[in-house]
């Protein structure tokens, strides 16, 4: 029996520059960086220094409050520099790959005839334990946790976003593997997520549960599709993994190696060739983009949720996509007069765009506007598919009430859910760094 | 428009961080964002972000308000000379009443953005677009023959004490415009009420005088007007709040642009016409009434002020209900207790601006029991779950 996760609430942004389905070898990036603060609230415990060799597999670091929780080496190599910070905290390790790529050898293992911890313990010691997100909170996974149920979304709504369907395209195998190693991670079920309308094998894939999900984005956000099926409860924990991720921890599974192939689709109005490269994780950005773009924003991620990154800097270690759109550092003159520059999108009827729904938009960095105090109440409801008081949830997380926010539902989500919401406020509000703010103080506290 | 950008830049360059007149960048800030949208950029969260902005939603509310304002300084000029029995063209009628009711926006909003310009230099924030809003609301819902030092005192209260002393744009708990009427009608009660402040020169003019329909209706008197000229509004009463027809423009500019919650109106006039109903049917449960309880429930929704607040002031969005179930809870109530007010405490004939100040206290309330369905719903699935795993 399938299940159906229907979302009506939601905003389905098209823009220009979508990814043709075209995949092509990038180049080898001349360096490759692990970025720490890509792990949120990690605090690496190095293993090894600067000048060490590698393999791709090699242990380079373990979270300083778990030493299960292990990150490795995406590229054999050497370790260039490890680049610190303010009170020395590590920014990257950067790696010079070597020509011809050496891989650790993991035992191989079936996770189906495997017993259930030592299927954990595999995926731990390997590095694995990297791509395992938890909920709540949005931290990597804890080796000492069980989660109640485990969640994968193959679709993803955001606005140009990479299409994980075409990127699983030649991965089904060991994408099956890791749905069968994560069967093994929770006495729950494996949730996996898919597009209601898709005609592909994803569908096929056994032991987990298919969700077939239909409706603007935010449905393809796993935190929508976790709240409509199995919602978190204060202490309950639920893993989340991203899809070509669930390859990776496949790959390993079948073949002993790990192999840290990456998928990037590089998107946006700004950009030259919207296509797919294929990489390795930590890439550099001028791997894939071979001339620098001029007043260009780039975004590793999607143009909602993505971090920028500089051109001479790397790719971060989750997310499938490059989105570049020109930064908007321009003044418009009476912008804000109603049904004026109708080419700009609003979800709001007060520019004329509604009457445009199938234009593709142009987008760039502009505020179109500035920051003011919250006055319009029910515009961020319009976009929040679950069953939640948003407003009153980022009051309570501004406010730092730790009671509020847990009877409100901060156990449920996370930044990302929030993303539609700093796109589409009158106010301009950071929602989605707000929300942060608020789920680092219930770490802090509640933990 | 490159020429005054770079005039406008030259112009902000002692006001920059810094220099001489930091302090004062706000008010600076104000005029280059009213010529301007910033070149501002997204810094954190979602790198891209929607047209819409607080300017537009608020000078939305103001474009709405224009066909009430437009006709309500015709029918100033229109009350004064058919009564005079002057001869009278459009233009004469709108001049006598726009030569009335401008100085009275000049002050409201001469007063009021400058209190909100003191408030943001001192505070050290932008300018809110709020006071565009209230600054003209505040006129248009005042008698035409209030003296102009009154308005500004009701500004100053509304905004100090309505607005800034809650924490300005955002957090204040009442209506700020109708704080500024409330502190009139209280204060100068002369001026506010009777039979001789509502048609222009009525108390200067023997041969003028001008009773609401509601004031008519108190004293006990029959009414001369046919619900027609209700609903088109020529009739004495506050300025713009007499022509339902043009509120209705109005209303439904900001309803299907969504600046406005449309469950706050349809609420507001099912609770006033439930009200009206039940009180029309007084006289058939053996209860005498009096003439506001025995006037026709539709033309409640016609007369007075109550289609103008509940459309423009009831959805001022920081003072209604914010929850959706809020919003209606919130407009029933408004219309409830509005036609109550009006009938039955022939002190306050105009209900609509008690019954939403009164609406406006208990909005956090109303808001909190429903989110409180929320909270328990999450407690109760807790409960639920750890008896299954237990």
Known sequence: MSIYVKVKRGLKLNLKGEAEEILVDAPISKTIAIQPPNFHSIVPKMV??????????????????????????????????????????????????????????????????????????????????????????????????????????????????????????DKMNFFQTGINVLTKLTPGKVYLGVDKASTGKIKDIQNAEIINVKGPHPAGNVGVQIHHIDP?????RVWTVRPEDVAIIGELFETGKFNAERTIAVVGNAAKETKYYKTKIGSEVQSILSEKPVNTRIISGNVLTGQQVQYDKYINYLGNELSLIPEGNQYRMFGWLPFTYNNIHSMSKTSLSWLFPNRKYEVNTNLNGEERALVVTGEMEEVMPMNIYPMQLIKACMAGDIEKMESLGIYEVIPEDFALIDYTNTSKIEAQDIVRQGLDLMITEVG | MNWIRQKLDQAKEPFQPGNKFEKFAPAINALDTFLFVPNHTTKKGAHIRDAVDLKRTMIMVVLALVPALIFGMWNTGYQHFSQTGEEFGFMEAFIHGAWKIVPMIAVSYGVGLALEFAFAVMRGHEVNEGYLVTGLLIPMIMPVDIPLWMVALSVIFAVLIGKEAFGGTGMDILNPALTARAFAFFAYPTYMSGNEVWVSEAATLDSVSGETILGTLAAGNDVAYNSAYMFTGMIPGSISETSTLCILVGALLIVLTKVADWRIIVGGVLGAAAMGLLLNALPAMGVEGNALTNFAWYNHLIVGGFAFGIVFMATDPVSAAQTMKGKWIYGILIGLTAILIRTLNPAYPEGIMLSILLMNVFAPTIDHYVVESNVKMRKKRMQTQTVKTA
């Open chain 1, 232 to 236: 978190i409860n204060q202490g309950e």
């Open chain 1, 48 to 169: 090894v220094k600067e000048g060490a060799k590698l393999k791709a597999g090699d242990e380079l670091f373990f979270s300083k409050y778990s030493d299960q929780t292990r990150f490795v080496s995406p590229v054999s190599g050497t370790i260039n520099e490890i680049v610190r910070g303010d009170k020395r905290r590590i920014l990257q390790i950067v790696i010079s790959p070597d020509s011809e790529q050496v891989f650790k050898e993991h035992p191989k293992m079936d996770p189906l005839k495997a017993e259930a911890e030592k299927v954990k313990e595999h995926v731990f010691a390997s590095g694995l334990g990297a791509f395992l997100m938890q909920r709540p909170y949005d931290i990597i996974a804890n080796a000492e946790d069980t989660p109640k149920s485990i969640f994968v979304s193959a679709v993803d709504t955001a606005p140009l976003s990479a299409s994980q369907e075409f990127i699983l395209k």
